[in-house]
């Protein structure tokens, strides 16, 4: 007769090949197919249960096939979440349950309209908005100021469109629709000649652009073509214009414009036309946004009327005659009264911009909380009845900022049916606007086409995230106590951690390779080292489909790294891509339990012909996961093994618990147990005292090893436990 350990090499000396035996039989390719073909159907714990081929299968896959009729009992298991230690799974001794749970999600991923990376990467652009647009106002301005004096004639100006548009943005005209020679003509107007071209126009726009530069009928340039009030006057202008926050620089620029405009202001009509002189007007004397300007015009003319309505500063602060006009040889402000009015605009203008930016950051935090649809997120400050918030910025135009899109380019609709698209569709509406601003905007939210929040697609389901850091953990503390185990749990935390945090910034396959610390931690999570590992060969794998049989990666013999790759949420091309996320099962765990299914299966037909082959490879491949003498103990199958290894009677069953742990520390050290060579040394004793037992051979070897005798006794066994813990 074959002895048990060559049975046992027949079947290891190429698992790889023997497992592939195994899976191409009949009955275990029919099932593996039915199942990997209909899990992906299943929602509910209910359903899966209800499908006897998938539930069986599962539950043969995670060694539980005896409970397979206890459906009330796995069905807590199965609804258990992980993450609470008091959860019904995590309350049971055997590990196996807990791994059962782990390979099903039917607690379900938690949806989020935002994860924290989302959020953090939108506030973090949209504070630095504020700071890029004022160094682009000083970087053009700078441009402006230098250049501008070069120009010759009007049709040099007119063909540089960064000057251009800069003076158009000054003058509020529009870039896009105003043409070159249509401000040919009102540049080389004669002001002063009612009949010419910028005149007929009757816009004052046009007149004051004109009147800020000399260019003569003909097109050539005065000497020079601006002077020092009017280049100052429109870069304050520009500086206003374009600005959309409070700042001193804007404020700088508001008290330049005012003081180069308020001497050529004959009238309150020319000044309440001027949408920048009321705007430093209201500011200066402290009317709300709700105040009408006719305020302001009433309070320049009536002293009684400025007194009523608490403006009488305002009113004193000019010298308009009661029908709004001025009086022969006076103007609008003397400079006394210039001064007075700059400095209460100073007073009051709000350049505290850093506050009101961390004001409407912690706003947004607070509001996005809740949001659990597109409409919560829209509606979120409409919404609020706390008069301190009125201020904030909405929601969605800190949004549309962060991304650099004007709060004017899109409308609320619009903005709606860009979050509600499906940027995987090239023909949705997001991909339709081909404008990378907007699909980027789409990227950092995650609503579904009806406006609900969705679980966000990550590198790795989170539920596996978590599988992941948690093997990783167990792995890196599984034999150490005390101070070691300690550190090593601190250390662990930290990759974790970082872990988690790094998962959800990934985009592609690339990203996570050519990060050491990602790499290593889902290595040594299923238990390899990374140092048998190359780039190279990671590379490959992660090029290859793990659903594919032929490809590289599920071509290697350990089936692992194929559940690895499987674990991600990438195609072939290494991009993220939702179609490879899974239901109740991701990918990964789909692949696993077909492994496990297949491994349990042969482990099952070997011990058909020999139950001594069927323990040794159970031995051999639960060994790696104990982590002291209780994983033992509370696995019968292990426990024979290590009785039979050890030739130990049956009887020492009926010891306590604690001294059956010390007598198995005694024989065996547990961290041993991670030695590749000293499980087969292991192995190869239980094959030999096995053989023994069941009266195969009974070779002088076995003898030697086995001590000369056959057993040792319970009585016998129990002294030596309590001469030990004495």
Known sequence: MVSTYLSYLSVTNNLSKTLSAVASKGAVANETAYYKENIGKVTTVDEFMDNYRLYSYAMKAYGLEDMTYAKAFMKKVLESDLSDSSSFANTLSDSRYTQFAAAFKFVGEDTAAQTDVQQGSLLDDYESSFDEETEATATETAYYDSTIDKVTSVDDFLGSSRLR???????????????TSFLRNVLT????????????????????????????TDGTAGDPVQGDDQKSQVESMYAISVSTFASSSVGDAYTTYFEDTIGNITSVADLMADDKLVAYLRTAYGLSDSDPDNYISAALKSSSLATAIGLSDLHDAFNFDSDGELADGTTAQTSDQTSETTAAFSENYVTSIDSWIDDSVDNYKSRFADVTSIDDFLTSNADDDDDDNDDDAELWQMALRAF??????VTKTQFRKILESDPDDPSSYVNQLNDDRFTALRASFNFGSDGNTLVPLLAMSQSVIDDFVADY?????????GTEATDASDAADTEMTYFNTQMATLKTASDVLADDRLVNLML??????PDDVTDNELEKMFASDPDDPESYVSSLSDNRFAEIVASFNFDTDGNLSADQEGTVQQRGDVLETVNNYIRQTLESDQGDSNTGVRLALYFERKAPTISSAYDILGDDALYEFFTTTFGLSSYVSNMDVDKQADMI????????????????????RFTAMYDVSNGTTTSSAVTIMSGGATSISADTLLAVAQLKSS
């Open 524 to 529: 040594v999570a299923k238990g390899i080292d």
């Open 189 to 216: 107007s004669d002001v002063d000649d009612p009949d010419s071209f910028v005149n007929q126009l009757d816009d004052d726009v046009y007149v004051n652009l004109a009147k800020a530069f000399n260019f003569d």
């Open 404 to 409: 650099g899109i004007g709060s004017s380019e």
């Open 473 to 481: 953990k167990e792995n890196k503390i599984r034999y150490l106590t």
């Open 665 to 684: 520390t005694s024989f065996i050290d547990i961290d041993d147990l991670g030695d590749p060579d000293k499980v087969q040394d292991l192995i190869k």
């Open 165 to 179: 548009n800069y003076v158009l943005k000054a003058f509020g005209l529009s870039t896009d629709y105003t043409s």
